[in-house]
């Protein structure tokens, strides 16, 4: 029997078929896997969101670990610095230098010999034109400058760029420029690569260097030196003292002395004097420090934001103090583990001494001190005193602090290793079985939802039954509701 479906959908049957279509019958049908799935759902992000807290405070306490260990190292507190009075005299580097002043004095500083054809005995209109001597027939001949290649004028001739493009490619030790001396006159001017170092020319009798204004002589020459000299080659020098004493003058073929002050490196920038400064690296040992005290107040902030439960705060003194408990709606982790080890942790670091006797024992002696809330203050001034006067004592307060907690690299015992350092520490293995329930909750979510699709796919089934047997009792429905209205119609009329 066919189904006539827009009869079945005008009956109170068909109603309930628009009010229970395929996907809300799914829906009733998967409900409650639905719900497991969503259960489990939400456990994977609370195990996610606590292997994140355990994370953070893992790397919290093996940050601070580091930074201690660092500053526990002797050589931390053994740096030197180096400094010029006058950086427009000399600049310095340095590289375990040994402390001490000294005072230095630049006599002169390294250049490089600069010759010029200005009194050439022809004159070059444009440095593109070919050149011609003073008889006006085209520059031949050939030289060589520091008894490099031979540089030979062409047969058709050269100009003045060809040929400072020529004794640039030589590899004769020295650079060519064209200069324009005044308007409408070029000449060559010639400057070796080197301080400290003469420039020598040769060249034949047909003189290419003497018409230039190079050399003074048109005969055959063999190192000669230029006509015109426009600097002179010298050596830098620099002697001990605020004045310059040339008995006593040490002398470099560059601007850079490395054989003055032992481990330092002075570059002369021009005459005059300085003093050269070489003492602790206050700046640089300072900046361990600090790092010890940041890292430990991210350590304190992020145990107190994911571990710690409220806080207590009080206002007023004696028998007016009054206390208040404000909850923590940040807080991860319901362990108290973490707030214990960082209290431990504080009490051996605000009481551990280096025991040596001396005016620096304690954090406190180097202006290191804890707050209320557990974090650390520094004080700048109090620290960089210990630093320029004792940084030694400085170091044994550091070496002992490491020591009491066994912070070592080597060591996965002490307090903050076991907590922080392997698999085996407390955050490992924390962070281990988090990672495992995460792991069967991520499978049991797997099977529920094989489990879901399968119910989907049994509920469309069902549905697919169910309506059509509904439309059956509609039809039968509308064939009955037909035959009372017919019978009621004829007994009205009879």
Request: proline fraction near 3%.
């Amino acid at each position: 029997m066919s189904i006539n479906w827009s009869s079945v959908y005008n009956t109170p049957i068909g109603q309930i078929l628009g009010d229970l279509n395929p996907k809300t019958f799914a829906q009733l049908t998967t409900q409650e896997t639905n719900t497991q799935i969503s259960t489990l759902q939400n456990q994977v992000q609370q195990d996610s969101t606590e292997i994140s807290a355990w994370t953070t405070l893992q790397s919290d306490a093996q940050g601070f670990a580091s930074a201690l260990n660092a500053v526990a190292d002797a050589s931390t507190f053994v740096k030197t610095t180096a400094t010029s009075s006058d950086p427009s005299v000399a600049t310095v580097s340095y590289q375990n230098a040994q402390n001490g002043t000294y005072t230095i004095s630049v006599g002169s500083l390294a250049q490089s010999e600069i010759d010029t054809g200005t009194n050439a005995v022809m004159t070059v209109s444009s440095p593109t034109a070919t050149l011609t001597n003073s008889s006006g027939s085209t520059l031949q001949g050939s030289f060589s400058i520091n008894g490099g290649s031979t540089i030979t004028i062409p047969s058709p001739g050269e100009s003045l760029n060809g040929l400072a493009s020529q004794i640039n490619n030589s590899n004769s030790g020295v650079t060519a420029t064209v200069v324009e001396t005044k308007p409408n006159v070029w000449t060559l001017e010639i400057q070796a690569n080197q301080t400290d170092t003469p420039i020598t020319y040769t060249e034949g009798s047909s003189g290419p260097l003497y018409y230039l204004g190079i050399v003074s002589s048109s005969s055959a020459v063999t190192n000669a030196s230029a006509a015109d000299q426009l600097q002179a080659p010298s050596a830098a020098q620099v002697s001990f003292g605020s004045t310059f004493n040339a008995a006593n003058a040490i002398s470099s073929s560059s601007n850079t002395f490395s054989n003055l002050i032992p481990g330092v490196t002075l570059t002369a920038q021009s005459t005059g004097s300085t003093t050269i400064n070489v003492g602790p690296d206050v700046s640089s040992m300072k900046t361990s420090v600090q790092n010890v005290v940041s890292a430990w107040n991210q350590w304190v902030k992020d145990t107190q934001n994911l571990a710690e439960a409220g806080t207590v705060t009080s206002t007023g003194t004696g028998s007016s103090q009054v206390y208040s408990y404000q909850s923590n709606s940040n807080q991860v982790l319901a362990s108290g583990l973490p707030v214990s080890v960082l209290n431990q942790v504080e009490s051996i670091l605000a009481k551990t001494s280096d025991g040596s006797g001396t005016a620096y024992q304690t954090l406190g002696d180097l202006g290191i001190t804890f707050k209320a809330d557990g974090s650390m203050s520094l004080n700048s001034s109090t620290l960089t005193t210990a630093l320029s006067n004792h940084p030694h004592e400085v170091s044994q307060v550091f070496s002992a602090l490491a020591s009491a907690l066994q912070t070592s690299s080597t060591t996965t015992t002490g307090m903050i290793s076991g907590f922080s350092k392997g698999t085996n520490s407390t955050t490992g293995e924390q962070i281990a079985a988090l990672q495992q329930q995460e792991s069967q909750y991520k499978s049991q979510m797997t099977l529920l939802k094989q489990q879901m699709t399968a119910e989907e796919q049994n509920a469309v089934t069902q549905y697919g039954k169910w309506v059509s047997q509904l439309a059956k009792y509609s039809q039968q429905y509308s064939l009955y509701n037909a035959l009372f209205n017919t019978n009621n119609n004829n007994s009205n009329g009879g």
